[in-house]
Nanobody, 124 residues
Framework: QVQLVESGGGPVQAGGSLRLSCQIS????????MGWFRQTPENEREGVAV???????NYGDSVKGRFTISQDNAKNTVYLQMNMLKPEDSGIYYC??????????????????WGQGTQVTVSS
């Protein structure tokens, strides 16, 4: 059974930083895409960033230059380093995974496995 467990959320002031972690277990395929999404006020999941097994990355326009996604394959863990945080970055952040490559990467419906989410609250 595939499980994704996020950690690292919490409260932070605007301009601050947080690092989210997502550990995947039970995944037996050789390739995967792992992404971070956040819940919008319209209750949709907005693509934040994605990374492939080979290390290729993509970012949402609103986080480019501020967020960095990375991975440690030995630990089966993906990270999201969030810098220069803004109040509009607040929300529940979800880690997601699927086999192979997702196109387009920000299509949340293509991801098979999801974590429970971690809350990020940025105060002004």
């Amino acid at each position: 059974q595939v499980q994704l467990v996020e950690s690292g959320g919490g409260p932070v002031q605007a301009g601050g930083s947080l690092r989210l972690s997502c550990q995947i277990s039970g995944y037996t395929y050789n390739t995967r895409s792992m992404g971070w999404f956040r819940q919008t006020p319209e209750n949709e999941r907005e693509g934040v960033a994605v990374i492939s097994t080979g290390g290729a990355t993509n970012y949402g326009d609103s986080v480019k230059g501020r967020f960095t996604i990375s991975q440690d394959n030995a630990k089966n863990t993906v990270y999201l380093q969030m810098n220069m945080l803004k109040p509009e970055d607040s929300g529940i952040y979800y880690c997601a995974a699927m086999r192979g490559v997702v196109l387009p990467w920000y299509n949340s419906r293509e991801y098979t496995y999801w974590g429970q989410g971690t809350q990020v609250t940025v105060s002004s």
